[in-house]
């Protein structure tokens, strides 16, 4: 008797999961577009103009989204990393243009640059906004962690201090 009550709790406990993963799928998206309409924002006070975006994985979980100058070959690579450090594996390995100077990947959290990830501050603001966008909670004033790397010939014109 007790068996039938345990699989209709486990029966329960799977469709809860399930749908969970749905609406975390959902808020993920949403944030996601919010996030780079922002970022694209942003980079067109800057003098960037959002030229693209290429998959780093073969699933398509994990985009970077090309930012280019005007005046000059080249630009910044830049891809929101809030879901895992996955994302920083991809981003930091990817050959990106075969034909451009590429520069070492950095980090931007809160407008403030960063060198090297995970950092501990980097680490836990990723994670409390993984969780806030997983259950829908996330706020304007929640920010993502953004990868940034420099491909072309505009270093010389153009510092990643530009950027803030």
Not at 23 to 32: D, L, Q
Not at 87 to 92: D, G, H, I, K
Request: glycine letters at 6%; one cysteine or more; proline letters at 2%.
């Amino acid at each position: 008797m007790w068996h039938r009550y345990m699989l209709i709790v486990l029966l329960f406990l799977g469709v809860l999961s399930i749908e969970i993963k749905i609406i975390e799928g959902r808020n993920v998206k949403w944030s996601y577009e919010e996030d780079i309409q922002s970022l694209t924002q942003s980079m067109r006070i800057r003098g960037l103009i959002l030229s693209g975006n290429f998959n780093l994985n073969y699933e398509g979980t994990f985009i970077a989204h090309i930012y280019r100058y005007s005046d000059c070959d080249g630009g910044w690579l830049v891809t929101p990393i809030y879901r895992n450090s996955e994302a920083v594996s991809l981003f930091a390995r990817q050959a990106v243009y075969q034909n451009y100077e590429v520069g070492t990947v950095f980090y931007i959290l809160d407008w403030e640059l960063y060198d090297e990830f995970p950092d501990l501050y980097l680490w836990h603001f990723q994670k409390l906004n993984a969780v806030k966008r997983m259950f829908g909670i996330a706020h304007d004033n929640n920010v993502s962690v953004y990868a940034i790397r420099h491909f072309g010939a505009c270093l010389p014109r153009h510092s990643r201090d530009e950027l803030l």
